[in-house]
Nanobody
Framework: QVQVVESGGGLVQAGGSLRLSCAAS????????MGWFRQAPGKEREFVARVVWSTGSTSYADSVKGRFAISRDNAKNTVYLQMNSLKPEDTAVYYC????????????WGQGTQVTVSS
């Protein structure tokens, strides 16, 4: 059974940093794409960043480019989202998700972790 579990959320002041972790288990993820999404109150869930596990290739939403960095640790089966220069508009529940490299839909989702940025 595939599981992805997020951790690392919390409360931070504007301009601060947080690092989210996503621990993946249940299979070998070398042929998977791992993504981070977020959902703010009253808004739809949106894409934040993704990494191709096998190659390390990354992609980011325009709103976080230059501030956020996604990475993976193969030995720990863990994906990270380093968030710097945080803004109040980054406040949301952040979700980790996984999909097969050829799939268009993320099949596996974590429970989410709350990130709150105070002004």
């Amino acid at each position: 059974q595939v599981q992805v579990v997020e951790s690392g959320g919390g409360l931070v002041q504007a301009g601060g940093s947080l690092r989210l972790s996503c621990a993946a288990s249940g299979r070998t993820f070398s042929s998977y794409v791992m993504g981070w999404f977020r959902q703010a109150p009253g808004k739809e869930r949106e894409f934040v960043a993704r990494v191709v596990w096998s190659t390390g290739s990354t992609s980011y939403a325009d709103s976080v480019k230059g501030r956020f960095a996604i990475s993976r640790d193969n030995a720990k089966n863990t994906v990270y989202l380093q968030m710097n220069s945080l803004k109040p508009e980054d406040t949301a529940v952040y979700y980790c998700a996984a999909r097969g490299i050829g799939a268009s839909v993320y099949s596996y989702w974590g429970q989410g972790t709350q990130v709150t940025v105070s002004s």
